[in-house]
C-alpha cells in the first residue's frame, strides 16, 4: 500500500492530464446465414490473443507466423467458446474452417474462418459474444450480418454482449415499423408541433361572425370545416415532409437553435392569429410556410436516430408517415369533439381563446429559452 | 422537441453503423496465408520499459488474491502507466478490468475511485469522471491526486472558476510548483497567458522541488503559449519539456504543431516516424509528409480514415478534435471538419479545440460556428492571434443568425442528445 501511495505521487502529473489514445481493441465478425449454415469470418488483433493467451512464445517482442500456427488450436478453442450462434437452448455448433492473417489499419490480425450448423434454418440470429470483456471491458466486436443480400449491423460491448437479428424480408419491414413508431412518438410528444396544429385547427368549427360586436359563431356544416381542416393539415404534411427530406438527405442544413426558436415563434404567432385574427381564410397557408420549419426540426429527430445509409429512403418514408399518422390521430380525435362543443360558451371562450392564450404563452416561453439557450420549462 | 424517447435509438445505431463498418472492413479486404513461419506479423510494444517490468508480477499476485484491494489497485496503475507510455486505450480496458470488483460501485474505495475516474478521464468520460473525483473529495478534501485530476478536467471542459478554485486548494497539500502550472494553464486560457507564462518561469527557475513530470508539463505549458503567441521561443520550451520527459506524446504533437507551423515538417517527419501507432501523432506525420509531397503521405492519410472509420464503427467519439483536422487538412472535407468540430467544442475547449472549429468555420464560411469562435474569444478572453484573425476576416454573421452556443464557463455540457458525441447513435459520417 505504502509503495503505491509513493507511485502515485510520482505519477500525479501524468494521470492528470489528458490521454492520448490511439485505436482501442475492435474484432471484425462476419456473419453469413444460408438456411441452417453460418459461415462466419472473425478477425482478432494478435495483440489482444497475445495479451489473452500469450502468443509471443520467445518473449523477443515479435509475432511471427509460427507462433501464431503453434497457439492455432487454442486461438480457436478461446475465441469460438465464446461466441455462441443460436439461441441458448439450441445454440448452433461452430468449428473453424480456416486460419489465415490480415493486416488492419492498426496492426495485424489472425483471421478465423469457420462454419456453423443450426437444427433448423433461423428465423432470427441471437448472437452472443464473449470475447476478452474479462480482460479489456472497452472491447468491443463490431458484427456483420450477411442474409440473401441483405447486411445488417450490430455492435457487442461488455453491456451489450447478446443480441438477436431478424433475418430477411422481415428486418426492412421491422425497420419500416421501428422508424414509423418513432415518427408517431415523435409528434405526439412534440407538444410544440401538436400545439402550432391545433392554434390552426381550433377556429376551424367557428366561421367570422358578420354580426358587429361578436367575433365568431359556431361553423354551420360539418364538410366546410372538414375541409378547412383537410387543407391546412396537407398543407403542414406537405412543406414538413418537403423539409424534412431536404434536410435528412443533407440538401440544406439549418442551425438548430435558429430552427427551434422559429418553432417556438410559428407556434406564438399561430396563436396569437386567434386571439387578432390576421389571416383566416388562408390559415392553410400558415401551416404551409411554418411547416417548412417544423419539416427542419424532424429532420433534426431522425438525425438523431440515425440514417442506414442502406435503407435511407425507408427510414424517411416510414418516420414521414408515422409523423402523418401520429397528426391524424390528433386530428381525428379533435374535430368531432371540437364540432360537437363549437356551439358552447366553453368552447367559443374556454377552448378557443383562453387556450389560444395558453398556448401563446407557453410558446413564448419556448422561444425566450430557445432563443437565449435558458432552461425555463421543458417543451 | 426534447421530448422524445431514446430507447430505439439503439437498435436504429446498429443499422447506422454499418455503413461505416462497411468502410472500416474495406480497407483491408484481402487475408492472407504468410509464406514463411518466421514472418514477423506483429511488433509488440518493448518490453524492458519500466511499466511493462513489473507487469508480470503484479498480475500475479492479483491473481493470487482477486478479492484484495491493494494488488488491483497495483496492477491497474501499472496499466494506466502503461497506456500513457504505449498511448494504447487497450491498456485502461485491462486496467478497468483489474478494478472489475469495484468499477460499478459509486461508492468504491477512495483509491479506486481515483484510478476510476483517471480511467475514464481518458476516454473523454469527462463528466462521470468529475462524478467520481467529487466523492473522493467529499470524504478527503486534501486529495492531491483528485484535486489536480479535477482541475485539469475542469479546464478541459472550460469549467474554469471551478478548476481554478482546485488549484488554489492544490497548493496546500502538493509540491506548490503544481498549483503554479495548475493555475498558469488556466490563465493561459482566460486571457493571462504573460502572467501565466512569467509564473511558470520563475517557478521551473526557482523552486527547490520540481520533478521531471512538473517540468515537463511546464515547458509543454510555456511552449504553447509561446506557440500561439508567435514566440519563437516555444522550440526551446518544447525541447525541455521532451528532455524531461521524452515519452510525453502530447509534448511531442504540441511540439509538431509549432513546428509544421513553422514551416519545419521535415523535422516534423524525423520525430515521428516511429510514431505512426499513435493517432493523434500518425495525424502530425502525414501532415508533416504531405507538406512534404512525400510518397508515404498517401498510406498514413489512408491508414488515418481507415482508423477514423474503425472508430466510427464501434461507436467512439474519444478523436472528434483531430478528426475535425483530419477532415479539414487532410481529406480536404471541411463540411465534415465543422460537423466534427462543433460536436469536440461540447466536450472539449482547449486552444487547440477553438483553432480547428475556427479554421473549419472559415473555410465553410459558416457564419453560426465563427460567431460561436467570436464567442469564445470573447467569453474567455483567450489571446490567440491567429484565431482571433481569422474571426476578424471571415465574414459578419448575417443579422440575427441563431446557433447553437458554447456552455459558458462553468456551465453544465449539453452532452446527451447530440449525435455526435453519443457512443452508439452516431450517424453515418462519409470520410
Known amino acids: 500500500m505504502r509503495r503505491w501511495l509513493i507511485a502515485s505521487t510520482l505519477m500525479l502529473l501524468a494521470w492528470a492530464l489528458p490521454a492520448i489514445a490511439h485505436k482501442p481493441s475492435d474484432s471484425y465478425i462476419t456473419l453469413n446465414v444460408d438456411g441452417d449454415t453460418v459461415a462466419g469470418q472473425w478477425d482478432i488483433a494478435l495483440r489482444d490473443l497475445d495479451f489473452a493467451l500469450g502468443l509471443d512464445a520467445n518473449q523477443d517482442g515479435d509475432i511471427t507466423w509460427g507462433e501464431v500456427k503453434a497457439k492455432q488450436a487454442d486461438i480457436d478453442a478461446y475465441a469460438l467458446s465464446r461466441l455462441r450462434l443460436g439461441p441458448a437452448g ?57 442474409y440473401q443480400g441483405d447486411t445488417r449491423a450490430g455492435i457487442f460491448s461488455a453491456d451489450t454482449p447478446d443480441q438477436s437479428f431478424t433475418l430477411g424480408a422481415l428486418s426492412k419491414w421491422q425497420q419500416f415499423l421501428d422508424y414509423g413508431n418513432e415518427g408517431i412518438w415523435h409528434i405526439w410528444t412534440g407538444f410544440d408541433h401538436i400545439l402550432f396544429l391545433l392554434s390552426l385547427l381550433l377556429p376551424a368549427v367557428l366561421v367570422r361572425s358578420t354580426i358587429p360586436g361578436q367575433r365568431w359563431e359556431p361553423a354551420a356544416s360539418f364538410a366546410d370545416t372538414f375541409w378547412d381542416v383537410v387543407k391546412v393539415v396537407t398543407a403542414f404534411t406537405l412543406a414538413h415532409s418537403i423539409t424534412l427530406s431536404l434536410a435528412a438527405l443533407g440538401v440544406v442544413t439549418l442551425p438548430s437553435r435558429l430552427v427551434e426558436s422559429a418553432i417556438a415563434l410559428s407556434v406564438v404567432l399561430a396563436a396569437l392569429n386567434n386571439l387578432w385574427p390576421v389571416v383566416y381564410r388562408k390559415r392553410w397557408l400558415i401551416a404551409f410556410c411554418f411547416g417548412l420549419i417544423h419539416g427542419f426540426g424532424f429532420a433534426s429527430v431522425l438525425a438523431d436516430l440515425g440514417l442506414p445509409q442502406e435503407s435511407l429512403l425507408i427510414a424517411l418514408v416510414a418516420f414521414n408517415l408515422g ?51 435558458l432552461k425555463i420549462i421543458g417543451g | 422537441m426534447q421530448g422524445h424517447r431514446t430507447p430505439l435509438k439503439l437498435r436504429l445505431a446498429s443499422a447506422t453503423a454499418l455503413a461505416c463498418a462497411h468502410l472500416a472492413w474495406c480497407v483491408n479486404a484481402a487475408p492472407f496465408i504468410p509464406s514463411d513461419d518466421a514472418q514477423v506479423l506483429e511488433r509488440l510494444p518493448s518490453r524492458s520499459v519500466a511499466e511493462f517490468r513489473d507487469l508480470k508480477a503484479l498480475q500475479a499476485a492479483a491473481a493470487k488474491a482477486p478479492a484484495e484491494l491493494a494488488p488491483a489497485l497495483a496492477l491497474a496503475s501499472a496499466y494506466v ?72 478536467v475542469l479546464t478541459v471542459q472550460g469549467k474554469f472558476a471551478p478548476a481554478r478554485a482546485d488549484c488554489t486548494r492544490l497548493a496546500n497539500v502538493a509540491p506548490s510548483i503544481y498549483a503554479v502550472i495548475c493555475t498558469a494553464a488556466i490563465d493561459a486560457m482566460t486571457g493571462n497567458a504573460s502572467a501565466a507564462q512569467a509564473s511558470v518561469q520563475t517557478a521551473l527557475q526557482s523552486m527547490s522541488r520540481v520533478d521531471a513530470a512538473a517540468r515537463n508539463w511546464g515547458e509543454t505549458l510555456l511552449g504553447e503559449i509561446a506557440h500561439r503567441g508567435g514566440d519563437a521561443a516555444a522550440e526551446a520550451h518544447f525541447t525541455a519539456a521532451l528532455a524531461a520527459d521524452d515519452t510525453d506524446l502530447y509534448a511531442m ?45 498517401t498510406n498514413s492519410i489512408q491508414t488515418l480514415r481507415a482508423r477514423f472509420d474503425a472508430s466510427h464503427a464501434r461507436g467512439d467519439t474519444v478523436h472528434l478534435r483531430e478528426n475535425a483536422r483530419f477532415e479539414l487538412s487532410l481529406n480536404g472535407d471541411a463540411r465534415s471538419a465543422l ?93
Not at chain 2, 82 to 102: K, M, N, T
Open chain 1, 90 to 146: 439450441a445454440p448452433c455448433p461452430a468449428s473453424a474452417t480456416g486460419h489465415l492473417i490480415d493486416n488492419h489499419s492498426d496492426g495485424a490480425y489472425a483471421v478465423i474462418r469457420f462454419s456453423a450448423t443450426c437444427a433448423a434454418a433461423p428465423k432470427s440470429l441471437a448472437v452472443g459474444y464473449r470475447l476478452f470483456f474479462d480482460i479489456d471491458p472497452q472491447h468491443r466486436g463490431l458484427l456483420r450480418l450477411e
Open chain 1, 323 to 373: 409523423v402523418e399518422v401520429g397528426q391524424l390521430a390528433i386530428v381525428g380525435v379533435f374535430l368531432p369533439v371540437a364540432y360537437a362543443l363549437r356551439g358552447s360558451a366553453f368552447y367559443q371562450r374556454g377552448v378557443f381563446l383562453l387556450g389560444s392564450a395558453a398556448i401563446a404563452l407557453v410558446a413564448v416561453v419556448w422561444l425566450v429559452q430557445r432563443a437565449f439557450n
Open chain 2, 81 to 152: 502507466r502503461a497506456s500513457r507510455v504505449e498511448g494504447d486505450p487497450r491498456f485502461l480496458g485491462y486496467a478497468q478490468a483489474a478494478l472489475a470488483r469495484w468499477w460499478k460501485d459509486p461508492q468504491a474505495p477512495t483509491p479506486v475511485l481515483v484510478l476510476r475516474a483517471t480511467i475514464l478521464q481518458s476516454s473523454h468520460e469527462f463528466d462521470p469522471a468529475v462524478v467520481d473525483l467529487d466523492t473522493v473529495l467529499q470524504r478527503e478534501p486534501g486529495n492531491a491526486q483528485a484535486l489536480l485530476t479535477r482541475a485539469t
Open chain 2, 253 to 297: 504533437a504540441a511540439y509538431a504543431d509549432w513546428l509544421l507551423d513553422q514551416g519545419r515538417p521535415a523535422e516534423v517527419a524525423a520525430l515521428l516516424k516511429d510514431r505512426a501507432r499513435v493517432d493523434i501523432l500518425l495525424l502530425r506525420l502525414a501532415l508533416a509528409q504531405q507538406a512534404l509531397k512525400v510518397p508515404e503521405a
Open chain 2, 339 to 431: 460537423r466534427y468540430a462543433v460536436d469536440n467544442q461540447k466536450v472539449q475547449r482547449e486552444a487547440a479545440d477553438l483553432r480547428v472549429l475556427a479554421e473549419s468555420a472559415a473555410a465553410t464560411n459558416d457564419a453560426a460556428a465563427l460567431d460561436m469562435v467570436r464567442r469564445w474569444l470573447d467569453d474567455t478572453r483567450i489571446e490567440y492571434p491567429a484565431v482571433a484573425a481569422i474571426a476578424r476576416s471571415a465574414r459578419l454573421p448575417t443579422e440575427g443568425a441563431a446557433l447553437p452556443a458554447p456552455p459558458a464557463p462553468g456551465a453544465t455540457p449539453t452532452k446527451p442528445a447530440t449525435p455526435g458525441v453519443k457512443p452508439g447513435v452516431k450517424p453515418a459520417v462519409k470520410p
